[in-house]
């Protein structure tokens, strides 16, 4: 019997060629053959193909913007500068606003600045004399981030506000960031608190290891604590027990709970134990799949954090729909 003669690997140096060549009819088997061994290549052909798919259609540039974060070199600074003149696209503004010099980010602050890149761009620029930060446009762990990343002192009644701001924002829905609503996955709905939405715990885990004001910490878990006891006198929250739904169907309507306890806690309504509007409650609809889910997730986390991709790449992540910026 006849056996398959193994395909050897074409050689880096023809690779680039027939990319380069748009003539030569082996564009896109170049192209998918570059992409599956970019991270095996040596530096000096991974450079050329850098500079060669930046120049290349949106696809091309897209993915070359997104391999440039990893692999970075100050040579590629003119050319990520004319392409982000050209196309002001969000993989570009990343590479900008984490490699280039600050006078260029102070240059072009305003076309830099758009939606979340507002933060990154406060990474870069927070604490220079001249650079004036707009606190409005971050949200509150965002602010926290930034004054633990500046090593900036704050006092515990300015922790205090800070902190119960966020909850309130949490509760009424006011931030436009949807990593904001981000919970933890938990077993059972009674262990859930507002402690387990992602941005509240990880503020109160920096306040505790990064501020080491665990007093400070231990106050904002009492004070969860309290609104958890509050909920579990209530009558919506022993109709829910009595419906005998599992933890998972019955999620959105604890959440909805623990928003509005949090409110009356924090508004001081009153001390009976019962707030005059009940929780309306809902059967959360099944997911057909958790790749699904985890695709969205992997997407919101990539919308807001450049240094996602990486992780995803280094781990050998593999989802089933395409995570454009």
């Known amino acids: 019997m006849d056996f398959d003669i193994p395909k050897h690997n074409t050689p880096s140096a023809t690779l680039v060629k027939n990319y380069l060549n748009k003539k030569s009819g ?7 053959e570059i992409k599956s061994r970019f991270n095996g290549m040596d530096w000096f052909y991974q450079k050329k193909i850098l500079v060669a798919f930046i120049n290349g259609c949106a696809t091309d540039r897209d993915w070359a913007s997104r391999k440039m974060f990893a692999y970075w070199d ?12 050209k196309y002001h696209e969000k993989p570009l503004s990343w590479l900008i606003l984490r490699y280039f010099p600050k006078e260029y980010l102070k240059q072009y602050m305003d076309e830099l600045s758009e939606g979340r890149n507002y933060f990154f761009l406060c990474q870069r620029l927070f604490g220079d004399h001249d650079f004036v930060m707009d606190r409005e446009r971050l949200d509150e762990p965002d602010l926290f981030e930034l004054h633990v990343m500046a090593k900036m002192p704050m006092s515990d009644d300015e922790i205090r506000s800070l902190f119960f701001t966020m909850i309130r924002k949490i509760c009424k829905g006011l931030y436009h960031s949807t990593n904001m609503n981000q919970w933890y996955e938990k077993g059972g709905d009674a262990s859930l608190t507002m402690l387990d939405n992602v941005k509240v715990s990880r503020v109160l885990l920096g306040i505790e290891l990064d501020l080491h004001k665990r007093e400070l910490a231990d106050e904002f878990r009492s004070w969860s604590a309290n609104v958890m006891m509050d909920i579990y006198q209530s009558n919506e929250y022993s109709m829910i027990r009595q419906m005998g739904l599992s933890g998972h169907d019955i999620r959105g309507s604890v959440i909805s709970m623990i928003k509005k306890y949090c409110l009356k806690h924090l508004d001081n309504e009153n001390d009976s134990g019962e707030s005059s509007n009940s929780v309306e409650i809902h059967v959360a609809p099944k997911l057909k799949s958790s790749r699904m889910g985890a695709s969205s997730v992997l997407q919101s986390m990539k919308d807001n954090n450049p240094e996602v991709d990486n992780l995803i790449e280094k781990f050998s992540l593999e989802i089933e729909d395409p995570l454009p910026f």
């Not at 082996?26 to 998918?32: E, G, L, M, N």
């Not at 590629?76 to 004319?82: E, R, S, Y």
């Open 74 to 85: 100050k040579s590629f600074i003119p050319i990520v500068a004319t392409m982000w003149g």
């Open 26 to 32: 082996k564009v896109v088997a170049s192209r998918r």
